[in-house]
């Protein structure tokens, strides 16, 4: 074998695919974690008002968490095939069926990609941000109760800044979940068509894996992945503390509002 130096780095940093790749995680990332975040806090929300079966409710939330890729994607093939289930619904409603198989065009094997992993995320979302609410000062609620703040006042003043913290986390675990995502892309479109659902993960597979495999390249592809998983990482757990620092001032505020007004309420 012979040292190359930099040279797979300079590779990769002309290598086309690697910026399709690049550009596929980040749309991967922002989409799953915003779906993620919203439809998380929504269930977390709803499982913690009064709803009836409400363990029922979770149990089927947080199936698509324990299901196993190599399970679910035959599943996922078989819904966005041209013969498959999305077809089979819209023929019921009397629409017209999709003419193209939605895997084989580079416009959608991302988007189906990237919607699959939604489905997943929400699930793990929802038990991080209900036990995070489980854990919320009713104080604090009732502060904002009191101060005449709505649902959605103390949604996004008391509850969202509470949880600070957790959504940080999911982001980063989010980040580094589309840094190194393969099961997903591959199972279900290989990368392909002409490598419009990429991710790093598959691109380090096939130069590892294939006949004319460069071990090499792939070893200095797992660094840029190792490189920007932890800058990333960094930059996010520093942004999350300087927005975190801010809270309990604010927090504190509501509650020494709350006993003023219980204190008056008596008087």
Not at 213 to 239: F, K, T
Request: charged share 10%; proline share 4%; net charge positive.
């Amino acid at each position: 074998m012979t040292p190359v130096g930099f040279g797979n780095y300079v590779t990769a940093l002309q290598d086309p695919v690697l910026w399709t790749s690049l550009r596929n995680t980040v749309v991967y990332f922002v989409v799953v974690f915003a779906v993620q975040v919203v439809g998380g806090t929504l269930f977390a929300a709803a499982m913690h008002s009064r709803v009836h079966l409400a363990n029922v409710y979770k149990v089927l939330i947080v199936i698509p968490v324990v299901v196993a890729p190599a399970t679910l994607a035959p599943a996922q093939i078989q819904v966005w095939q041209t013969d498959g289930t999305i077809n089979d619904i819209l023929g019921f409603f009397g629409l017209s069926a999709l003419q193209q198989p939605w895997l084989g065009q580079s416009t959608t094997s991302l988007l189906v990609v990237t919607l699959v992993g939604c489905w997943g995320a929400i699930g793990y979302g929802f038990i991080l941000l209900y036990a995070g609410m489980a854990q919320i000062d009713p104080e604090l609620v009732e502060a904002g109760r009191l101060d005449g703040a709505g649902n959605l006042r103390v949604l996004f003043s008391i509850v969202l800044p509470t949880l600070r913290p957790i959504i940080v986390s999911l982001a980063i675990l989010n980040f580094i979940t589309a840094l190194k995502l393969f099961d997903n892309p591959w199972l279900i479109t290989q990368g392909g068509p002409a490598h419009s659902s990429e991710f790093l993960g598959t691109m380090i597979y096939s130069e590892t894996a294939s006949t004319d495999r460069d071990l090499g390249y792939a070893s200095a592809l797992s660094i840029l992945v190792l490189v920007i998983a932890v800058a990333v990482s960094v930059l996010m757990q520093l942004r999350g503390r300087e927005r975190a620092g801010r809270t309990p001032r604010t927090l504190s505020g509501r509650r020494s509002t709350s006993r003023r007004l219980k204190e008056s309420a008596d008087v």
